[in-house]
């Protein structure tokens, strides 16, 4: 069972930066895939970045690509998401999740954190 827990977020301007870590309880911790998603009210949970358990492999929603990074510190069993040059529209709860590979797709996650809300004022 693995255990994600989400911290970073807060109330920024836009075209400021936030940086967000998800922080996990497993020791064996390199060998998953994490992946980022954010989620509005009534919306679907949408993809933003994943990583594999390496770092060898990155993806990104192309709505992020250039402005979001992920990337992890295994000895720290921490994975980042550094977020620049933020927008009105990347509020939202942002969650980490964890599964044996990084894929984009929610329902392939099995460990999800509690979600940290970013908020990006106009």
């Known amino acids: 069972q693995v255990q994600l827990a989400e911290s970073g977020g807060g109330l920024v301007q836009a075209g400021g930066s936030l940086r967000l870590s998800c922080a996990a309880s497993e020791r064996t911790f390199s060998s998953y895939g994490v992946g980022w998603f954010r989620q509005v009210p009534g919306k679907k949970r949408e993809f933003v970045a994943a990583?594999?358990?390496?770092?060898?492999?990155?993806y990104y929603a192309d709505s992020v690509k250039g402005r979001f990074t992920i990337s992890r510190d295994n000895s720290k069993n921490t994975v980042f998401l550094q977020m620049n040059n933020l927008k009105p529209e990347d509020t939202a709860v942002y969650y980490c999740?964890?599964?044996?590979?990084?894929?984009?797709?929610?329902?392939?996650?099995?460990?999800w954190g509690h979600g940290t809300q970013v908020t990006v004022s106009s």
């Open positions: 999740a964890a599964d044996q590979a990084p894929t984009t797709t929610p329902v392939t996650y099995d460990y």
């Open positions: 990583i594999s358990g390496s770092a060898e492999r990155t």
